[in-house]
């Protein structure tokens, strides 16, 4: 579980960048994928302390 995890957040984290490289900070598209790292990092996070 904690490594497909970890496979999520690195593959998010490289889109949020991607992304981040093409579109304003701001951007729709930009703010939902670093939403959905952040719900990853929350999970992860929770997984961990157990």
Not at 30 to 45: A, G, I
């Amino acid at each position: 579980m904690d490594n497909l995890l970890l496979k999520e957040i690195e593959q998010c984290r490289k889109e949020m960048i991607t992304l981040s490289n093409k579109y304003k900070l701001t951007s729709e598209v930009v703010v939902e994928t670093s939403k959905k790292l952040d719900q990853l990092l929350n999970q992860y996070q929770l997984v961990s302390n157990r």
